[in-house]
């Protein structure tokens, strides 16, 4: 018997899906252009309409940590259990903590 295959996007029919309100919407441009500052908190929410610099499912809700810049990309210390992991995701995808 074939395994069936286990893509990147495997299994995110509901995690990476848009409300019926903002079908097609692109996000504000508040949100594409804001500029993060180190040491800044950040949740990272996909936004299934960018597909470049999509992180990983796994990650999504998480919050993280800015600790650099790579060209648009922001670099993203996340700890994943007791793993440190180093994500490098544009802005489209990071939403900044309230508080």
Same mark, same amino acid.
């Given at each position: 018997m074939v395994k069936p295959p286990r893509g990147y996007r495997h299994r995110t029919r509901k995690l990476l899906r848009k409300k019926v309100r903002e079908k097609g919407a692109i996000p504000k441009l508040s949100v594409i252009?804001?500029?993060y500052k180190l040491g800044e908190r950040v949740a %990272?929410? %996909?936004d299934p309409s960018f597909h470049y610099g999509m992180p990983h499912r796994r990650f999504h /809700? &998480? *919050?993280? +940590? %800015? *600790? /650099?810049k790579r060209g648009r990309a922001y670099e993203v210390e996340v700890y994943l259990g007791r793993k440190k992991k180093i &994500?490098? +995701?544009p802005p489209e995808h990071l939403r900044p903590l309230k508080g």
């Open positions: 252009l804001r500029e %990272i929410k %996909i /809700g &998480l *919050t993280g +940590v %800015i *600790t /650099g &994500l490098y +995701v």
